[in-house]
């Protein structure tokens, strides 16, 4: 802590932004194959018990997973982390909320309910929105067959297709519909869009890959693509826009912008676009 200049809190919360846990007295991340192949085993598990995804118990996940074996094949504090992971805080029965006006937010009241404490810190609601964005990132890193690629260059309507396929049913008891949780929003910062011809194709091209120097991220942009829209380029530069800084700022220093004209692929028709490009 003499080393570092932040609160300990501060350093906790940092290292968890990280994907870190504590385990044993030292703080550690999964390597990622590991975490993806691990992930895929507990939510598939989840999902074959039929587990109520709004309260899922720690100690049912575990049993399941390690087969009630006291010699666990994995350490109960790992799977604890990636539930973790893809779950939301666990709401104690027996909250409810109520509102004086119609035009205030209601407050949060709690009523004297009898709980286990312990129950508390080892419940969790899954987030299928979290559960949707892994199973996405799953299919953009399928193999590639092309030598030239290390990643599998879809095309956009089999994506689609197939990743609702992977989270048709699971959404169910949640009370949230397919359609809300399989957009492509949610793959912004994880993927490149690219049009050829009346093809549409989409890849893996994750924003946590990229370096973190500024000038060395934009490099590698503009290798992948020559020219990018503001909004294109957004989901791969947040990261470096320094606190109180705009993202317009950031591409005025670091990149040439012009006006072009070019067909929008909805309407066919030519229209002015403004493009960043390399300086």
């Known amino acids: 802590m003499e080393q570092v200049q932040c609160s300990e809190q ?35 598990t989840i999902f074959s018990k039929g587990m109520n995804v ?54 949060v009241v709690a009523k004297p309910v009898q709980v286990n404490m312990n129950d508390i810190q080892n419940t969790m609601e899954l987030d299928m929105v979290k559960i949707s964005v892994f199973r996405a990132k799953q299919l953009l890193s399928q193999p590639s067959v092309d030598r030239e690629e290390p990643y599998k260059r879809w095309k ?3 994506f689609m297709d197939t990743w609702k396929e992977q989270m048709y049913g699971l959404s169910g008891d ?28 989409i ?28 909004e294109d380029l957004k989901p791969f530069v947040d990261g470096i826009v320094c606190t109180g800084k705009s993202i317009s700022s950031l591409l005025i220093k670091n990149t040439r912008s012009s006006m072009v004209k070019v067909t929008d692929p909805t309407t066919g028709k030519l229209k002015n676009v403004r493009m960043y490009s390399s300086r």
Not at 174 to 183: A, D, H, L, R, Y
């Open 10 to 44: 501060e350093l906790i919360t940092g290292l968890q932004s990280f994907g870190a846990f504590e385990l044993n007295c030292k703080w550690r991340i999964l390597d990622n194959d590991y975490l993806m192949r691990l992930s895929d085993t507990i939510i598939s």
């Open 54 to 107: 709004r309260e899922i118990k720690c100690s049912e996940v575990i049993n399941s997973i390690n087969g009630g074996n006291s010699n666990a094949a994995v350490e109960e504090e790992v799977i604890k982390h990636v539930l973790h992971l893809y779950s939301k805080p666990f709401a104690v029965k027996g909250i409810e909320r109520f509102s004086t006006s119609a035009s205030s937010p209601a407050p």
């Open 156 to 158: 956009m309507e089999e």
């Open 174 to 201: 949640n009370g949230t519909s397919c359609e809300k949780i399989v957009t492509l929003e949610l793959c912004k910062n994880l993927s490149l869009v690219e049009h050829v011809g009346t093809d549409k194709f």
């Open 203 to 230: 890849r893996r091209f994750y924003a946590s890959d990229l370096p973190t120097d500024v000038k060395d991220r934009f490099k590698l942009l503009f290798q992948v693509r020559n020219k990018w829209t503001e």
